[in-house]
């Protein structure tokens, strides 16, 4: 253990711990995140404490909140609880660093090798981090592995290759003025993040914020804090500044502080569509500042009569529903499909349905792992339990065992569901799909565009002109084609209506949300 640099310890066993390794751990646990997972023996036992850069690890109170590994129910472990208090902090510390320019004000080139070698021990660490996150989250660990082991260094890697080719511009005037526009840093930026994808939502945001010179604050969701603070560890590691990057798990009230500090500069949200709306509130009366958001979605899936009901599509259909148990802004719950190939294409879903294994995320065969928590899982219940009551038909699945150990939802299909029912237009964010027929085209992008909200959609067809039409007549932020899909790094990501606001996440686009654009206007002879 002396000798030990990961901050993660897998062990088939803490039986062979000395005394003086335990001493250890304590001592290590005061100023850095230390772990240790006992495979043989769950629930993990698990210290941790809270992680502010450039500060004291210890929050101004020692009050802590206990988080709580979905997949059994047990506590995982104990985290700081931080507050207003460590909010002022965060921010005070965050504008010293942005404004002594030791971050802010450095060379494109360096802000690109300091964010290249986080990517290099973002990927060295990307196993143990993927375990954190799967035990934290429910999370399938083969979707762990893929979000925070590949997709996540790759992020750091593409904003940091991204930061030395942001150019500005030369005006064309007079030949006695000289007129550029240039890019800078917003400043001090809140980022708050969900809990369904809890470290990859933190690196959308944190990559292009860091890339474009900002300090950063991020807030977990307090269901799921445990990747943020990891990787706010090897951020340091990678040589981000003191103050430049830093992490406050705590609840709700930690999001309103910054919110509605007049020293944070801007924040980029995603979440629920409810609480966006409080951080518009919280910049209306406080300083005004600018708020990315990117919000919920009751995307749908439409099927042509024209498209070939095959494995293939019957594969994105279950992905684009049951993906993540369902816990997915950008999820397809509403499957809008041709009556003449209905029949077809609701009994393959239902085999494949029935097939699905529900389980230890831990676990290789499981295809689906569990709710966030007992509360939310409650939620989805009582949305599966709407459905029947308000008539919709019930084919598989229903309301969850409530004797279980863990929080397991059932993966549930419905058929017959009208536009007006509660399970068609509400986000669940849960493994519910339900099933509305259609007669023609217009009546499908009728009912698909019959939502408040506008993140996503799916078409197949194999008529390229009705996919041109119906991709640009559904009023979303991301339409995919013969395939249900958000796009990559490279796709800016964000929606319409009450799904997000202008600013986007992914691409060059997300730079913008944490970029000022300034006129220097030179008059000389």
Request: proline letters at 4%; one cysteine or more; glycine letters at 8%.
């Amino acid at each position: 253990l002396k000798e030990a640099d990961l901050l993660l310890l897998v062990l088939d066993s803490s039986e062979g711990l000395t005394e003086e390794d335990r001493l250890l751990l304590k001592e290590h646990g005061q100023d850095r995140c230390l772990i240790i997972l006992n495979k043989s023996d769950l629930p993990f036992k698990v210290e941790i404490q809270e992680i502010l850069n450039a500060m004291s690890s210890k929050s101004k109170d020692t009050e802590k909140f206990e988080n709580i590994n979905p997949a059994t129910g047990e506590t995982l472990c104990s985290v700081a609880k931080c507050n207003h208090k460590d909010v002022n902090l965060a921010v005070k510390v965050s504008r010293k660093a942005f404004n002594s320019g030791v971050w802010s004000r450095s060379s494109p080139e360096h802000r690109k090798e300091v964010l290249l070698k986080f990517a290099e021990l973002l990927r060295k660490h990307g196993d143990e981090n993927s375990v954190l996150e799967c035990i934290d989250t429910g999370k399938l660990i083969t979707d762990c592995i893929n979000e925070v082991a590949n997709d996540a260094p790759m992020h750091f890697q593409w904003y940091g290759e991204l930061i030395d080719k942001v150019f500005g511009k030369v005006v064309p005037t007079g030949h006695d003025v000289a007129s550029f526009i240039v890019k800078e840093p917003i400043g001090v930026v809140g980022l708050v993040v969900p809990w369904n994808f809890p470290l990859m939502m933190a690196v959308w945001k944190m990559a292009p914020a860091l890339a474009a010179g900002c300090s950063v604050i991020i807030k977990p969701a307090e269901d799921t804090p445990l990747t943020a603070i990891r990787v706010a560890q090897i951020g340091k590691e990678a040589g981000i500044p003191d103050g430049v990057l830093n992490v406050l798990p705590g609840y709700g009230d930690v999001g309103e502080a910054l919110g509605r500090h007049k020293d944070v500069d801007a924040v980029s949200f995603t979440g629920s569509t409810e609480v966006g709306g409080y951080f518009l509130k919280y910049s209306s009366e406080s300083n005004l500042k600018p708020v990315a958001l990117e919000m919920g979605g009751k995307s749908p899936f439409i099927v042509l009569e024209d498209a070939k009901i095959n494995d293939d599509l019957i594969d994105n259909a279950i992905n684009s529903a049951f993906w993540n148990g369902g816990q997915n802004c950008s999820a397809n719950m509403r499957q809008i499909v041709h009556r003449k190939v209905k029949d077809e294409f609701l009994d393959k879903v239902i085999k494949k349905v029935k097939k699905l294994k529900v389980g230890d995320p831990l676990d290789l065969k499981s295809n689906m792992g569990s709710m966030i928590s007992k509360g939310h899982l409650q939620t989805v219940d009582g949305y599966i339990q709407k459905g029947i009551d308000e008539g919709a038909k019930l084919l598989s699945g229903g309301v969850s065992n409530n004797k279980q150990k863990g929080f397991y939802a059932k993966p549930t299909l419905f058929d017959g569901l009208k536009e007006n029912m509660t399970i068609a237009q509400e986000e669940i964010f849960g493994p519910v799909l339900g099933v509305l027929t259609v007669k023609n085209d217009e009546e499908a992008l009728k009912v698909a565009s019959n939502s408040k909200y506008g993140l996503h959609a799916s078409v197949f067809t194999q008529d390229i002109n009705r996919a041109f039409h119906l991709a640009k007549s559904l009023p979303c932020g991301t339409v995919s084609v013969n395939i249900f899909s958000e796009g990559d790094i490279k796709t800016p990501f964000g929606g319409y209506k009450q799904s997000g606001s202008l600013s986007r996440d992914q691409g060059t686009e997300a730079l913008n949300s944490f970029l000022q654009t300034k006129t220097i206007w030179i008059s000389h002879s």
